[in-house]
């Protein structure tokens, strides 16, 4: 649970940094879960994800190691996700009894040349009705800055979507929206940072001579519909608190893979029609 001066700082700033959630010897074995999956998956192919608008931040060739959807890779990372620590957590902050995942992403930033994130908000890859999204990112090693830590924009979150560049992953504009223009979140093992997919955030380069390890799980209100049907992932709409109230009979999982969710389950939000794939936003998928 968080103490209510947490909950506060969130409500003010659309991000808080949760020290220790998960202790070290924890956060050490999530972190040798998480580098032997990316072993096995550079065995089999490609593992990089820096975005092409990385450039913006440094011309020098970067490497981001990642694993989307970790749940179908490891059972002590789908654990994680459940975990009640974290889900009460995400329950407060959300501010509903019922957390549902959106998606998950394992990111090795390795040392010297860890890949950095150009500013911006995660809104724009997936927007959602009431806003409800959330991002928490466990740290499974220490990021201090030289490791390209995660850095916000506190209270941007209330300023609503901005408009985004879409080259190369959705951005902020380099010139109005450096990194050096916001505030560090540094952590440590076991430490996770929650912030809203409203909040601007980006993170530097990791110059240092370790890797950052982290995880980031992104959260929403069940009740809280998607404006486009995108970014669309396998293990999408699992439940990790609660319920979902707006399941009827079947899965909304295989709904949302396929086609519209019925009216009925939607609330009248009139998700169907071929036009929501064109509605402008969403694209492109983000971290891939
Ligand atoms: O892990 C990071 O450094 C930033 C990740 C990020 O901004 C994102 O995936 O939206």
Redesign the pocket.
């Known amino acids: 649970m968080l103490t209510q001066a947490q909950v506060d700082f969130y409500r003010e700033h659309g991000y808080v940094v949760v020290k220790g959630m998960f202790t070290p010897e924890e956060a050490a074995r999530f972190r040798a879960e998480s580098h032997a999956l990316i072993e096995r998956l550079q065995r089999i192919g490609k593992t990089d994800a820096t975005w092409e608008s990385a450039r913006g931040v440094t011309m020098n060739k970067t490497s981001l190691l990642h694993c989307h959807n970790v749940q179908f890779h490891s059972a002590a990372l789908c654990g994680l996700m459940l975990d009640d620590r974290l889900t009460s957590a995400a329950s407060q902050i959300i501010g509903s009894a019922n957390v549902q995942l959106h998606h998950n992403?394992l990111?090795i930033?390795p040392p010297e040349k860890g890949s950095?994130?150009p500013m911006?908000q995660?809104q724009p890859f997936f927007p959602h009705d009431n806003d409800s999204m959330i991002?928490a990112?466990v740290h499974f090693d220490d990021a201090p800055l030289e490791k390209?830590?995660?850095r916000v924009v506190p209270g941007s979150y209330k300023n609503g979507p901005i408009p985004h560049e879409s080259d190369g992953g959705w951005h902020l504009p380099f010139d109005q929206y450096p990194l050096e223009s916001s505030v560090a979140c540094p952590a440590q093992a076991g430490d996770v940072l929650f912030f809203s997919y409203l909040t601007i955030?980006?993170?530097g380069v990791n110059t240092s001579s370790e890797a950052?390890t982290?995880m980031?799980i992104q959260m929403r209100d069940p009740e809280d519909q998607p404006t486009v049907i995108t970014h669309l992932s396998r293990g999408q709409g699992m439940m990790l608190r609660g319920v979902d109230p707006t399941a009827v009979a079947g899965s909304n999982v295989e709904w949302s893979l396929s086609t519209p969710k019925p009216q009925s389950a939607m609330g009248g939000m009139g998700m169907g029609g071929p036009a929501m794939g064109a509605m402008g936003m969403g694209e492109p998928k983000?971290?891939m």
Request: proline share 5%; net charge positive.
């Open positions: 992403k990111f930033k950095p994130f911006h995660d991002a990112v390209g830590c995660i955030h980006g993170s950052r982290t980031l983000k971290g």
